[in-house]
């Protein structure tokens, strides 16, 4: 291939990709599947390469010379000599080590100069019963997940061969037309999804990445119809836990009786049974327990599916390191995590095992085409003496909470009249005071759950065109027929949290079959900086962001 000069890699695997080159859209594609996108500097988008990016794109089948080869051609100037034995390095540790089970034994293989080298390192001798001189150590059985943890985090990846139980028996079919009355089927991507999980080299666990509105739920349904076990279902809330139900009741065979709800006030413990994350870590005040972590060992499950993967908690990851003998399936719209944890779903859950790109999905017309438009909006006089005298936190909020953001917001509505349409942010006094100004509904997190499910089946009805919600619309808010959100303030630099909220807008829909992001930002502020950390993922899916000034939206 022609060398086409766009990329300059540096020797801390860090590449800066020009985004005004010719050949930037090109390269962004190609560097995509091995490397994820730290932040924007100028006309530059910087990218890392780490371990876990390389390991990912192996387990997806990219080979490490086509890695190689894609930076020699994209790079300006001769690629670094460290940064290619780095990534040779990397690829030379992907599969060298395995887990298996022999004679009841728990044993982790290596060739000679690896176990070596591991040992040298005094890597994972806590989880090592005896050393055999064939370069076989015999490890502690309720080692497996800690042990693949920490060689994760040393740089060393492990392959477990060592397979799964079949857990309890659980008989459920598809259906060929959902109960609603709607057609059914999974689509090409659902199934080569699904497939990818029950490749023989992962040996069922792994992370399904598919964007926001594409079917994660089908696809986690369609695994479990493949492997036909008792389902633990761990999700983010009590409303993702019973759209899991709806959908399980709507497209398999399964009865309301096969199927148990765990959070809120339900304990239901059933061969299929949904929980919450939240309620799995809470602690118990007087001894200091998580009580409720005994449902991972209730009954025999088969499959564990982490909804969300992205969000495990520490202490879902640390049960999760325990019951490495149960498959695990993580879905999500991305992997970024950012406290840094990738380590940790790569070695515990699994390897990437099938990633649909947002763009690709639009282009099938599988979700809807987004607009994306930053828009920058001053401060008053009075509240800009207030931000330059404040402290580093204070300002932020002032920035967030910015009165002349109402105005804003009424004009964008103005430009999108009767489309469905959403008003999120984050500090509560600010979209209270949204909700009296326009006179609709502001859904929180302490909105009773009969209230908040009326109010959204009348958003659905179109009996109300518009709502004000707090963070509760990040995840798991079932509102197909949103056509816009409009963004006030949010959570510092999350790039989850961004994805998350223009994922409420990708639900295919009918006519054009296209949607409006819209995000205001305090001009001037600390606040236009983390705006462009936030949209970080959805530059590296291929997206834009048009930024324009408030005077623009009144035009």
């Known amino acids: 291939m022609q060398r086409r000069n766009v990329l300059i890699v540096q020797r801390d695997m860090t590449l800066l990709l020009d985004r005004e ?144 139980h079949d ?79 709806d959908e399980l009741l709507d497209k398999t065979s ?17 061969k299929i049974t949904i929980a919450t994350y939240t309620i799995l870590t809470h602690r118990n005040k007087s001894t200091d327990q998580y009580d409720h972590m005994k449902l991972f060992s209730e009954r025999d499950w088969g499959l564990i599916i982490y909804d969300e993967v992205q969000l495990l908690p520490a202490p879902i990851f640390r049960m999760t390191a325990m019951i490495q003998a149960t498959r695990r399936l993580g879905l999500t719209a991305t992997l970024i995590r950012e406290d840094g944890c990738a380590n940790d779903v790569f070695s515990l859950v699994g390897p990437k095992l099938y990633d649909l790109s947002w763009k690709k999905a639009e282009e099938q017309s599988y979700i809807a085409k987004v607009h994306c438009t930053e828009v920058r909006v001053k401060l008053p006089a009075h509240a800009e003496e207030q931000y330059n005298t404040a402290s580093a ?19 964008i509505m103005r430009l999108h009249p009767d489309l469905p349409t959403l008003i999120i942010g984050q500090y509560i ?63 510092f630099g999350s790039r989850q949290e961004e994805a998350q909220r223009i994922g409420r807008l990708l639900r295919p829909k009918r006519g054009a079959n296209e949607a409006w992001f819209y995000t205001l930002v305090t001009e001037g502020s600390k606040e236009t900086e983390f705006a462009l950390k936030r949209g970080l993922f959805m530059l590296e899916q291929g997206y834009q962001y048009r930024c324009i000034h408030e005077q623009e939206v009144f035009l």
């Not at 659905?460 to 056509?483: G, H, Q």
């Open 167 to 245: 857990g309890e028996a659980v008989h459920m079919e598809l259906r060929q037309q959902a109960q609603s009355g709607a057609s059914f089927h999974l689509r090409d991507y659902q199934r080569k999804a699904i497939a990818a999980f029950h490749r023989d080299r992962v040996g069922g666990s792994g992370v399904i990445v598919l964007p926001c509105g594409s079917g994660k739920t089908v696809t986690g349904i369609g695994v479990m119809a493949s492997l036909q076990t008792a389902t633990l279902i761990v999700t983010s809330s009590v409303t993702s836990a019973k759209q899991w139900r």
């Open 254 to 270: 399964l009865s309301p009786e096969d199927i148990g709800l765990y959070g809120g006030k339900a304990r239901s413990v059933e």
């Open 393 to 411: 936190r204070l300002r932020l909020k002032i920035a967030a909470i910015n009165p002349n953001k109402i105005a804003t917001v009424k004009q």
């Open 429 to 491: 006094e600010q979209l209270k005071e949204m909700s009296v100004e326009l006179g609709v509904p502001l859904l929180t997190g302490s909105t009773d759950y009969e209230q908040r499910e009326a109010i959204f089946k009348k958003f659905r009805n179109r009996e109300i065109s518009t709502l004000v919600v707090s963070r509760i619309a990040n995840l798991a808010v079932d509102l197909p027929d949103a056509a816009v959100a409009i963004q006030v303030s949010g959570s």
């Open 21 to 164: 080159a010719h050949y930037a859209a090109e390269a962004r594609s190609a560097i995509g599947s091995f490397t994820e996108l730290l932040k924007v500097l100028g006309q530059f988008e910087v990218y890392e390469c780490t371990p876990v990016t390389v390991w990912n794109a192996l387990a997806l089948g990219l080979k490490c010379e086509k890695i190689i080869d894609v930076l020699h051609t994209y790079a300006k100037g001769a690629l670094p000599a460290a940064c290619e034995s780095q990534i040779k390095l990397w690829a030379s540790r992907f599969g060298r080590l395995t887990l298996l089970l022999d004679d009841q034994q728990l044993i982790m293989q290596g060739d000679e100069a690896m176990m070596q080298e591991l040992e040298s390192l005094n890597l994972g001798s806590s989880w090592i019963e005896a050393k055999h001189p064939n370069n076989r150590w015999i490890i502690k059985q309720e080692g497996r997940g800690f042990l693949k943890q920490e060689l994760a985090k040393a740089g060393y990846a492990v392959q477990d061969l060592v397979g799964y």
